[in-house]
């Protein structure tokens, strides 16, 4: 079977230009996955010769991607000063915290859409009123379990998302040893939050360990790719970088213990091998080898191939699922079987 777009995407983008490559293809499938930036500097790596209007787009999107992660991180450190301002140090998550960790946070690859951080819920009220103070307003219908909401301003490049905590199926992995978020004026470090200090802002930022957990519960089970069988590149690619990050290796015996949630030992295991299928990538245990792993790990590399059925079949069991939630709960109310309501 051949390969499909996003596994010739993926050769590309760990530096094999190698074969008839269709750059109109290209290009179109790394602006799905949100990585034109990672293309045009394998591209630039390499001494292959492009299409020349390929090239030149990839340059464009690229110096656009660094623009707008420029304008994003000083956003970012312009919001947490006037937090910390007001006595309180959030917590960066996702993109953010992946920007806050590099040297160079506007040379951040990856296009973010918006800005997570994460307060204390002692101090949700106080900030709100400092991003009121700032001309910030709320989204309409953009409050939910975990968030007051996302917050946007006139001529802003992003809005910015404040949490409570962070999503259930993410937060339900960690203990009090990884995540203790201090309120304003609280003292001590947690063990997987370090305190950094740049650009006139002080934030809390999760170790690498941490947003590897963080960057794989919350593609495969807050967005659910676990179940959908989706891969997204933007996503791997990070996890590809820290997997190969000298400076800051990753605590593999932590991510294994973790493992003790079923649901996260299934997607860490399914993200493993789809890196290993992509970019050569190892952990220090051997690639999961289980009749489950396989069967869905085959099923996520057939949807790739074949993205019409794979849209179809996920449509499907979309319809599936929705027809048997009443069934569910005749059979077991939420009341008296508690997981019904968990369920994926």
Not at 143 to 149: I, K, R
Not at 236 to 260: G, H, N, S, T, Y
């Amino acid at each position: 079977m051949g390969r499909s777009a996003t596994e010739r995407l993926a050769a590309c983008l760990n530096g094999d230009f190698s074969g008839n490559l269709d750059w109109f293809e290209l290009v179109n499938t790394a602006n799905e996955h949100f990585v034109a930036a990672f293309l045009s500097r394998s591209l630039a790596a390499s001494d292959v010769q492009a299409d020349a209007d390929a090239e030149a787009y990839l340059e464009t999107l690229e110096t656009a991607t660094r623009s707008r992660n420029r304008q994003m991180w000083t956003l970012t450190c312009e919001v947490v000063a006037a937090l910390n301002a007001a006595g309180i140090v959030p917590a960066l998550i996702k993109g953010a915290s992946d920007m806050a960790a590099r040297s160079d946070p506007a040379g951040f690859p990856r296009v973010m859409i918006d800005i997570d951080m994460i307060l204390a819920p002692e101090d949700l009220a106080k900030g709100q009123e400092v991003l009121a103070e700032m001309g910030f307003a709320a989204l309409e219908d953009s409050e939910d379990a975990h968030s007051p909401g996302s917050f946007w301003r006139q001529g802003a490049v992003a809005s910015l998302d404040m949490h409570a905590s962070l999503p259930r199926r993410i937060s339900v992995l960690l203990d009090e040893e990884d995540w203790n978020l201090p309120p304003s004026g609280g003292l001590g470090a947690p063990s997987r939050l370090q305190l950094v200090t740049r650009d006139g802002a002080r934030m809390w930022v999760p170790d690498a360990s941490l947003r590897f957990l963080i960057n794989i519960s919350h593609d495969m089970l807050h967005h659910t790719a676990l179940i959908s069988g989706a891969s997204n590149l933007r996503y791997l690619l990070v996890l590809a970088a820290q997997m190969q990050e000298e400076d800051a290796p990753l605590d593999w015996a932590w991510l294994r213990a973790k493992a003790a949630h079923p649901r996260f030992a299934l997607a860490l295991d399914l993200q493993l091998l789809m890196l290993a299928h992509l970019f050569g990538l190892r952990g220090p245990w051997p690639l999961p080898q289980g009749r489950l792993q396989q069967a869905l790990h085959q099923r996520r590399l057939w949807k790739m191939r074949f993205p019409g059925l794979g849209r179809a079949e996920w449509a499907c069991l979309q319809v599936g699922q929705r027809l048997s939630r009443p069934l569910r709960h005749m059979i077991w109310p939420p009341g008296r079987n508690p997981s019904v309501s968990r369920c994926i």
